[in-house]
């Protein structure tokens, strides 16, 4: 572990050293929308890092670098902070790879790059709710830092959207059930569990409302501060029905391949690890087709610890059967 912060009792403490086993790995790069859709970029875009010099930014086990050195990559530096960094130097010997990809262990932040400038920055950043861990800044930092004029950054597109559900049985299940155990009252337990929201994966019959579009983010040419915002929404009910939830996912684009590469992690669409972002509302709204549910999403780094997630939904209804407005907080932890 890379110097843990000594009063830091929340992730960051907990950040790297997770990366250091196995089983998180195997999650991700069994993801097959993920770990295909980056293959799929670099094997079919080869221009992009034929003689290039590529920056991999949280290399993990180094199945990136492993791509992108297949690719026809120069060279390639894969960084990596967490122990699997002395997996990753095994992986890429083992694969005959040592002169093509140097594993560098440590952070971002603190390493010192044997070249003063890379070609290519690519990186799987990506947390849940998108910003969760704050891998982002650490991929902004290398850009600023070592990327070329006119280099590129992949992924270089990011998309937040936020829809409405109806989930009466979980929310029934995971928060109101803290209102009656055993026949004692643990409400107090229940104040917490709303306010952190749950990653899981949601039905598409479930949706209620259209999808709104909350924030696009251009990694090329973002600063670090355009992670944190505050967004309008307006999510219009599509038939009549109950809403107990708000949900969260995100679309990511490689928009410099010959064709435009990407994937979703929505309900719609093949499901990754990251699955969705449900906030359970306070209280069921009722509503009709046509109806709009109005309100902000404001996303902000956690001040204490900037790997967590701190989110304000204000939100109202004026509907025949329901008339609302309220303001939530929640934290992702």
Same mark, same amino acid.
């Given at each position: &572990?890379?110097?843990?912060?000594?009063?830091?009792?929340?992730?960051?403490?907990?950040?790297?050293?997770?990366?250091?086993?196995?089983?998180?790995?195997?999650? &991700?790069?069994?993801?097959?929308?993920?770990?295909?859709?980056?293959?799929?970029?670099?094997?079919?875009?080869?221009?992009?890092?034929?003689?290039?010099?590529?920056?991999?930014?949280?290399?993990?086990?180094?199945?990136? $670098?492993?791509?992108?050195?297949?690719?026809?990559?120069?060279?390639?530096?894969?960084?990596?902070?967490?122990? &699997?960094?002395?997996?990753?130097?095994?992986?890429?010997?083992?694969?005959?790879?040592?002169?093509? !990809?140097?594993?560098?262990?440590?952070?971002?932040?603190?390493?010192?790059?044997?070249?003063?400038?890379?070609?290519?920055?690519?990186?799987?950043?990506?947390?849940?709710?998108?910003?969760?861990?704050?891998?982002?800044?650490?991929?902004?930092?290398?850009?600023?830092?070592?990327?070329?004029?006119? +280099? =590129?950054?992949?992924?270089?597109?990011?998309? *937040?959207?936020?829809?409405? !559900?109806?989930?009466?049985?979980?929310?029934?299940?995971?928060?109101?059930?803290?209102?009656?155990?055993?026949?004692?009252?643990? $409400?107090? =337990?229940?104040?917490?569990? =709303?306010?952190?929201?749950?990653?899981?994966?949601?039905?598409?019959?479930?949706?209620?409302?259209?999808?709104?579009?909350?924030?696009?983010?251009?990694?090329?040419? &973002?600063?670090?501060?355009?992670?944190?915002?505050?967004?309008?929404?307006?999510? %219009?009910?599509?038939?009549?029905?109950?809403?107990?939830?708000?949900?969260?996912?995100?679309?990511?684009?490689?928009?410099?391949?010959?064709?435009?590469? +990407?994937?979703? /992690?929505?309900?719609?669409?093949?499901? /990754?690890?990251?699955?969705?972002?449900?906030?359970?509302?306070?209280?069921? *709204?009722?509503?009709?087709?046509?109806?709009?549910? /109005? +309100? $902000?999403?404001? %996303?902000?780094?956690?001040?204490?610890?900037?790997?967590?997630?701190?989110?304000?939904?204000?939100?109202?209804?004026?509907?025949?059967?329901?008339?609302?407005?309220?303001?939530?907080?929640?934290?992702?932890?």
């Amino acid at each position: &572990m890379c110097e843990p912060v000594e009063d830091d009792k929340t992730s960051a403490d907990y950040y790297f050293d997770s990366y250091s086993h196995f089983g998180i790995h195997e999650e &991700m790069l069994k993801d097959v929308v993920r770990t295909k859709t980056y293959q799929n970029v670099i094997y079919r875009n080869t221009f992009l890092f034929k003689d290039k010099i590529v920056l991999d930014v949280g290399a993990g086990t180094g199945i990136l $670098s492993l791509f992108c050195a297949k690719s026809g990559a120069k060279h390639v530096y894969a960084v990596e902070c967490s122990q &699997m960094a002395d997996m990753a130097k095994e992986i890429v010997e083992a694969n005959g790879y040592s002169n093509v !990809i140097t594993v560098l262990k440590g952070k971002i932040e603190e390493i010192d790059l044997p070249v003063p400038q890379v070609d290519v920055i690519i990186s799987e950043w990506m947390g849940y709710f998108l910003l969760y861990e704050n891998m982002l800044n650490t991929v902004l930092y290398a850009r600023d830092k070592w990327l070329v004029n006119n +280099g =590129i950054v992949l992924p270089d597109n990011a998309s *937040l959207y936020l829809t409405a !559900i109806e989930d009466a049985e979980y929310k029934e299940d995971k928060i109101e059930f803290w209102n009656n155990v055993y026949g004692f009252d643990m $409400s107090c =337990i229940r104040k917490q569990s =709303i306010m952190e929201p749950l990653v899981d994966t949601v039905d598409q019959n479930q949706i209620v409302t259209n999808c709104q579009l909350l924030k696009t983010m251009d990694i090329s040419k &973002m600063t670090s501060g355009d992670a944190s915002f505050t967004a309008p929404f307006k999510l %219009v009910a599509e038939r009549d029905d109950y809403i107990h939830a708000l949900i969260a996912y995100f679309d990511v684009a490689f928009t410099v391949c010959h064709k435009l590469t +990407g994937f979703s /992690t929505g309900p719609r669409s093949r499901n /990754t690890h990251w699955k969705q972002t449900v906030l359970y509302l306070e209280e069921v *709204l009722t509503i009709c087709e046509g109806e709009s549910i /109005t +309100g $902000s999403m404001t %996303v902000a780094q956690n001040k204490k610890n900037p790997r967590d997630v701190d989110i304000t939904l204000k939100y109202s209804l004026n509907g025949q059967r329901c008339v609302i407005s309220r303001t939530q907080h929640y934290k992702m932890r």
